[in-house]
């Protein structure tokens, strides 16, 4: 049955290639982005995230069933907390009325194998207590002192860490929405290519990230398990953190989550 989504950052990627797939499977898709789409709105401010909310209401007749928020940044700047942690949590409470009028309603928030990897304790906090002119000013201080690679890596345990707590309360799970993440390894984008094509940066991001099953994926790649997991098929699955890394996390912990 044709089903109604919202997928944040469609423009590239992960998220044009869910965009894409979706409406191959004949669902409508409300595609957003900062300067294309059906919705056009910067998730690092609280107007553009309000405006999200509030367009994808007017458009969707107040009833949504499921939303892939995809759209985040990966700067050594305080906007990638902003948008990766912020605005996706902004996302996805701002639409969950909508959700809540949908039939057999999911979200996904796309993450990242990074989140594994160190972070800044401060920006953590700051994003679990909800203040985010603490996390931006950490991210700052993180940039400042020359460990602007913690930002990103920040910003994706945090927002991984409040889909584990928010997704078995009430306001998802008691009210039927599963709510999940989808941590990706390395994927082949605009984004990644000059880094892989430089044989020494690509040296350090497979040293990082290491993949030893098919090693690089391509966004599509990736884009039939965010459908399955926002599909009515998925009737359990919730609260999971869903590494499609290639293996990079049990490289990297190994049995210890265990």
């Not at 993180?142 to 997704?167: F, I």
Request: with cysteine.
């Amino acid at each position: 049955m044709p089903r109604t989504y919202l997928v944040t950052g469609a423009a590239s990627g992960i998220g044009a290639a869910t965009t894409a797939l979706l409406r191959e499977q004949g669902h409508t898709v409300l595609a957003a982005d900062l300067e294309d789409g059906d919705i056009r709105a910067d998730l690092a401010t609280a107007e553009g995230r309000a405006a999200l909310a509030a367009r994808a209401r007017e458009l969707t007749g107040g009833r949504l069933d499921a939303v892939v928020a995809c759209a985040g940044l990966a700067r050594f700047d305080p906007l990638t907390v902003r948008v990766n942690h912020f605005g996706a949590v902004a996302t996805l409470d701002g639409v969950r009325p909508l959700l809540a009028a949908g039939s057999h309603p999911r979200a996904l928030v796309v993450g990242s194998v990074d989140a594994v990897h160190p972070t800044d304790p401060a920006i953590v906090a700051a994003a679990d207590a909800g203040d985010e002119p603490a996390a931006a000013a950490a991210a700052r201080a993180a940039v400042d002192r020359g460990e602007g690679h913690l930002v990103y890596s920040s910003s994706k345990a945090a927002v991984s860490r409040w889909v584990r707590r928010a997704a078995p309360g009430d306001a998802w799970a008691g009210a039927g929405i599963a709510l999940n993440a989808v941590a990706p390894g390395v994927v082949l984008t605009p984004l990644t290519r000059p880094l892989l094509d430089d044989p020494a940066t690509r040296t350090l991001v497979e040293r990082a990230v290491p993949m030893p099953l098919h090693g690089h994926a391509r966004p599509e790649q990736l884009a039939p398990l965010v459908a399955w997991l926002t599909s009515p098929e998925n009737s359990h699955v919730t609260g999971q953190i869903v590494f499609a890394d290639g293996g990079a996390d049990a490289v990297l912990r190994g049995d210890r989550a265990w």
